[in-house]
């Protein structure tokens, strides 16, 4: 089984930046699939971006295109999200999720999910 645990988010200024980190362990195999959510209480749970560890295709959702860069290391069962210009919209409770099935297999393929960590952006 694949277990993670996400750090970082906290409050920040529009405008600004902050960086999520999530750290998996378990089971992790190079061709799982790690990424965000993110979900504002009484909304749908929303992707966010997500990479492929094999090969480092990375996939972003249209409203964080050019501001947020997803990224991780070879060989290392972390990915980082950095995030940019951000939004009082960004404010949200962020989730790191794995895709185990050996593919990314899109926003509704990820199977196991983090406690999340709050991102609060304030105008």
């Known amino acids: 089984a694949v277990q993670l645990a996400e750090s970082g988010g906290g409050s920040v200024q529009a405008g600004g930046s902050a960086r999520l980190s999530c750290a998996a362990s378990g089971t992790v195999y190079r061709s799982t699939c790690l990424g965000w959510f993110r979900k504002v209480p009484g909304q749908e749970r929303e992707g966010v971006a997500f990479i492929y560890m094999d090969n480092g295709t990375t996939s972003y959702a249209d409203p964080v295109k050019g501001r947020f860069t997803i990224s991780t290391e070879s060989g290392r069962n972390f990915v980082l999200l950095q995030m940019s210009s951000l939004k009082p919209d960004d404010t949200a409770t962020y989730y790191c999720?794995?895709?185990?099935?050996?593919?990314?297999?899109?926003?509704?393929?990820?199977?196991?999910w983090g406690q999340g960590t709050q991102v609060t952006v304030s105008s």
């Open positions: 999720a794995a895709d185990t099935s050996g593919n990314c297999r899109g926003w509704a393929g990820f199977n196991v």
